[in-house]
């Protein structure tokens, strides 16, 4: 294997362990860190060559019993580093337990690798056990799907490997669209990808890896080209002065929505999880202005960055027939496209001389200003959030009340927005607890995930602990930060599995805080509820739960805490981080 310490191996006589070593080391060599391996007996060639990469230091290992959960760790690792971590599986339902964190990566367009093991051809469509049709298994949710026949020695197989490797990487970061399936072309743009690896016995032989040479840097995806090299359809769209405009920053919008709003000098509607929630052009109380028609009233023209998920409020302003909608579509992610009425699509934009120039006429600055200073003046009354009186005793009556008054939704999200700093990560599972936070949350740059491609509960603990383990791994200033993540009380049930940390891993410095409200109260905010039977909605929707946290958290060695109160809940948000910890947040329904 030219150029990597890996060729230095002494696979023995398997095949399998050959073309694994093989396969691995070039990811390696191309800057694949990390590995999430789930135990199996046809994988077992992989296993192993896993287990002598992580002893001479060339990639991290994470070991999972759960191949749901070990798909969302990947898919956490990679939006934290940008470079997919690989997969490892067996057969059988263990692939098919990866379809929930795949379809999360293609409708987010993070990358992943999914090394699945097979049975070879004379074992399939026999009954053999453990085997189904595994080739095809994600559809046209994948970049790239091979089906690699099981290796017998021959003298290419090593050289197949290694392209194979830098094939699945190129694809996964979306530098090439990869041909044709049953659903039409797949998508450009970063995202999943399936190796699905036959081996046959003997499945496994002893190796040994050696060499000390320190791996390439891997191609750079294609978002990291410089603009002189991208196609001319890729290069940004210039968009003119003119009609009253909002800028929209979606889900993982990025810093660029930012940019662009304060260029053009436009109001900027910002989701929490969009990554530009910040800057003097943000507009975060949106929801309530979008309704007034003095403000989205007036709105004739609408510029869409990442992927609304939040409100009601903005695809109803993109169907309007007097709104042109210009969406800025992330590569790879599905368009967006409410009521089928975006007038243009665009992979980048910037506002063009005229536009940047028009910023600073007083029309401009008077339709910015009132958004601006009108969402700062709802956010300012907002009694929710109100500062305790204090007397001229000090502490008086009134603030120890205040102090001591139960935790609310919205106290919740404001104590640990202003308990977040830039070198923290903050990330937000599916419950009402993040509808809180974009209705009220002021501008703050820091850094927030949320899995916001299909908007599931699947996977929330698994993906938080991804990001947090890689955001720790590296030299970054900001690894020395905490990760915490804010869920519902079913999404911590849902993927409680990921609480399983095996002696030996890394442990990462993770706060788990759960709104407990007894059940899915998200579901009481449907129109339904108002005339269904309350036992029919309780039994079918609402899911009560009794379970104990604190249970839960000594079962998996985690840290246990509860805070009823504002005062338990500052102390809890603002003391060193402990580990892997869990904060029990009880909520009224």
Request: charge should be negative; charged fraction near 20%.
């Amino acid at each position: 294997m030219p150029e990597s310490a890996v060729a230095e191996s002494a696979p023995g006589d398997s095949p399998a362990t050959a073309f694994s070593v093989a396969l691995l080391g070039e990811f390696v060599r191309l800057g694949v860190r990390d590995v999430v391996l789930c135990p199996g007996s046809r994988s077992q060639a992989l296993a192993l060559a896993c287990a002598e990469l992580e002893r001479i230091g060339r990639i991290r290992l994470h070991v999972r019993l759960d191949e749901r959960g070990a798909g969302f760790l990947a898919l956490g690792m990679a939006v934290e580093t940008g470079v997919p971590a690989l997969v490892i599986t067996t057969s059988g339902t263990a692939v098919a337990n990866l379809h929930p964190a795949v379809l999360e990566a293609h409708h987010s367009g993070v990358p992943m690798i999914l090394l699945t093991a097979d049975r070879p051809d004379e074992l399939r469509g026999i009954g053999s056990n453990q085997t189904t049709v595994q080739p095809g298994l994600f559809g046209g949710a994948v970049r790239l799907s091979v089906d690699e026949p099981a290796p017998v020695g021959g003298s290419g197989e090593q050289r197949g490997a290694l392209a194979l490797a830098r094939r699945a990487l190129e694809a996964a970061a979306g530098i090439k669209s990869t041909g044709i399936t049953s659903t039409g072309i797949r998508p450009a743009g970063p995202g999943p990808v399936q190796l699905n690896l036959a081996f046959r016995e003997p499945l496994s032989s002893a190796v040994t890896l050696t060499g000390d040479e320190p791996p390439a840097e891997a191609d750079p995806p294609a978002s990291a080209r410089p603009e002189a090299d991208r196609p001319a359809s890729d290069r940004p769209l210039a968009v003119a002065a003119g009609p009253r405009t909002v800028v929209i920053a979606g889900h993982a919008a990025g810093p660029a929505a930012e940019e662009f709003a304060r260029a053009g000098g436009w109001p900027l509607l910002a989701e929490v999880s969009s990554g530009a929630r910040f800057g003097p052009t943000l507009v975060a109380a949106y929801r309530e202005l979008l309704r007034d028609p003095d403000f989205g009233g007036r709105i004739e023209r609408a510029i869409v960055f990442g992927h609304p998920t939040l409100s009601r409020e903005i695809p109803a302003l993109l169907q309007r027939g007097d709104v042109e909608a210009i969406v800025v579509a992330s590569p790879g992610a599905e368009r967006y496209n409410p009521g089928h009425r975006v007038a243009h699509f665009a992979a980048a934009a910037r506002p063009d001389e005229e536009a940047a120039a028009a910023a600073a006429t007083p029309e401009a600055r008077e339709w910015l200003g009132r958004w601006v200073m009108t969402s700062r003046q709802i956010l300012a009354a907002d009694p929710a959030l109100a500062a305790a009186p204090i007397d001229e005793r000090g502490i008086g009556r009134a603030e120890l009340a205040f102090m001591r008054a139960p935790v609310t939704r919205p106290m919740l999200v404001d104590t640990l927005w202003r308990a977040s700093w830039p070198h923290d990560r903050l990330v937000l599972g599916a419950s009402r607890l993040i509808r809180e936070a974009d209705s009220r949350v002021p501008g703050k740059k820091i850094s927030v995930h949320a899995n916001r491609g299909l908007a599931g509960i699947d996977g929330t603990v698994a993906t938080a602990i991804g990001i947090a383990l890689a955001g720790q791994a590296g030299p970054d200033p900001r690894s020395t930060g905490t990760t915490r993540l804010l869920l519902g009380d079913l999404a911590l049930l849902h993927d409680a599995g990921s609480l399983l940390l095996a002696p030996g891993e890394p442990l990462p410095r993770l706060q788990v805080i759960v709104g407990n409200d007894g059940g899915g109260s998200i579901f009481d905010g449907l129109e339904v509820a108002a005339s269904a039977p309350a036992a029919a909605l309780d039994r079918v929707l609402f899911t009560p739960q009794r379970v104990d946290l604190s249970a839960l958290a000594s079962a998996y060695g985690w840290e246990y805490s509860r805070a009823a109160t504002r005062s338990e809940l500052e102390r809890a948000l603002t003391g060193p981080p402990r580990g892997p910890s869990i904060l029990e947040v009880p909520l009224a329904r």
